[in-house]
């Protein structure tokens, strides 16, 4: 199996990847309490697997507002920023690259996760139906429960919402990751502002398509004028299905932001691809006209092999391919590619909270 491709140097925004073989953002509930700050822990995890061109971090909330789940990481305290400032000197010191994802899960979320036991926000007071969240009980016990209906933020209270998106910039770039990648999508805040039914707002972030990307832009403007646009990536899924997301104009939508990122010069659009989830494939007419569309790095996520991606990558479609679930079970990955070598299988059930157990013990080709 060739994979000349995959494995070559690229450059994206100002920044040399030895590789085009990325980590994907992966939630593994493992941030410290209270307070919700990497660990020791998360900061070998994240260097075992420092052989990767650029690692995505778990997706990081921006606020408590933006929390959705319970032991994810945070980057908005001081307390956040050591224990994150602590996972980039060790990947960086075993030579690999980090961005890290700012999140705003908006109605994906549970008065439980919120201060005060205040109602999760969104774009329109719209429930996410079928969804459910992971929380913390008063009593101390886990449990998944169904998301509450959230409110309608106000028009006033979306500069505060970039604000949180800039803050959180800030102290990633202070902290030294060498991108922030913008989680605009899996039905999260700023997917819920892009898709047709979950924006019902009849204000200027509501109704026609260019309209409802407007929060997006302005993050991503605020966050270019503060860290520089070489240094920010965006994530989107355009036929994303979960999280009761029905949008009637998922590729036009994509193909809009394409263009405005594009004329931002921004380092790289990220897609998650949907079908390994029960979503619709994305068409090779979309594919070519986001090439088209989007000069900078772009870069698939989705279920994909070595195989696979070395030809996406020599189609030309796409410049990397982000890897999640490989990278969970095989820390080595990159090397593991090179050699043809057979993959760790991953335990599911470790996934999610936990210890070193399914986390940082996996094999690697030399152990």
Known sequence: MSTDKLLTPIR????????????APLTRSRASQPGDVPTQLNAGYYAQR?????????????????????????????????????????????GGRIALQ????????????????QAPVAPSAIRAEGTKTFVIQPDGT??????????????????????????AARRAVRTGFDFVEIHAANGY???QFLATNTNQRTDAYGGHLENRARLLLE???????????????????????????????????????????????????HIAESDWAGGPALSDEFRNAL????????????????????????????????????????????????????????????FYGGDERGYTDYPTLQH
């Open 219 to 269: 993050v991503v403007d605020a966050i270019s004028t503060e860290v520089g646009a070489d240094k920010v990536g965006i994530r989107l899924s355009p036929s994303f299905t979960l999280h009761d997301i029905q949008d009637t104009e998922p590729d036009a939508m994509g193909l809009y932001l394409a263009k405005q990122f594009s004329a931002r010069n921004v380092a790289y659009l």
């Open 291 to 350: 090439r088209r569309d989007f000069k900078g790095a772009l870069i698939y996520c989705g279920n994909y092999d070595a195989e696979k991606a070395e030809a996406m990558i020599q189609t030309g479609k796409a410049d990397a391919i982000a890897f999640g679930r490989p990278f969970i079970a095989n820390p080595d990955l990159v090397a593991r590619f090179a050699k043809g070598a057979a993959l760790n299988t991953p335990d599911p059930s470790t």
């Open 102 to 117: 700012l999140w705003h899960v908006g109605r994906v979320s549970n008065r439980l996760l919120q201060s005060d036991n």
């Open 12 to 23: 994206i925004g100002a920044t040399p990847l030895a590789n085009r073989v990325l980590m």
């Open 189 to 191: 805040l700023l997917h």
């Open 50 to 94: 420092s052989t990767a061109g650029l690692i995505i971090s778990e997706a990081t909330q921006i606020s408590r507002q933006g929390q959705g789940y319970a032991l994810t990481p945070g980057m908005y305290t001081d307390a956040q920023e050591a224990g994150w400032k602590n996972v980039v000197e060790h990947v960086h010191a075993a």
């Open 142 to 167: 886990p449990a998944n429960l169904p998301t509450d209906v959230p409110r309608a933020l106000e028009t006033t209270e979306l500069p505060g919402i970039i604000a949180d998106y800039v803050q």
